[in-house]
């Protein structure tokens, strides 16, 4: 059994995660088709059936709904981008925000969202970027000095309970 949990956790996570953050602001049409994928998989693997909700079927192989993905991919190299500036032309896309006035929010690692001219543009990374990252909780955010790993595991706790 715990063969088959890696085995198709494993299969999957890669296809679903391969530039998946293209995904972002796609229509909730091909997200449901990429989740009934991984729904498929978790319920054969976990030999569940269809009638049984599948979020703890997903908690139990550690896999994340689609969508959760996406916006986890975007954070995880939002992140990386904030504390190494590498690679700089990804980063020279995203400004932290300096408010003209001092205000509470002043002190939290939020990001300039740039307006958008058209629906596409919403779709790019230096409009993605910003809205997942500003949309996160601020004691995931706000300390830039931890190491990627226990950011990883606080954005993954969260992106469970919100499940």
Request: no cysteine; hydrophobic share 40%.
């Amino acid at each position: 059994m715990d063969d088959a949990k890696a085995v198709a956790t494993a299969l999957v996570s890669s296809r679903l995660d391969y530039s998946n953050s293209v995904l972002s602001g796609t229509s909730q049409s091909n997200l449901n088709k990429l989740q009934r994928v991984e729904n498929a998989v978790a319920r054969t693997v976990m030999t569940t059936s269809k009638r049984e909700h599948i979020a703890p079927v997903l908690a139990e192989l550690h896999l994340l709904p689609v969508a959760a993905r996406i916006d986890f991919k975007i954070a995880i190299v939002t992140f990386n981008l904030l504390t190494t500036e590498q690679p700089s032309y990804l980063r020279e896309l995203l400004q932290l925000h300096q408010p003209s006035q001092s205000l509470r929010s002043s002190n939290h690692n939020l990001l300039n969202i740039p307006r958008p001219r058209t629906a596409f543009v919403q779709r790019s990374f230096s409009h993605a970027a910003p809205r997942v990252w500003n949309s996160l909780p601020h004691t995931i955010t706000d300390d830039l000095n931890i190491a990627a790993p226990v950011f990883k595991s606080r954005l993954k706790r969260r992106s469970y309970q919100y499940q």
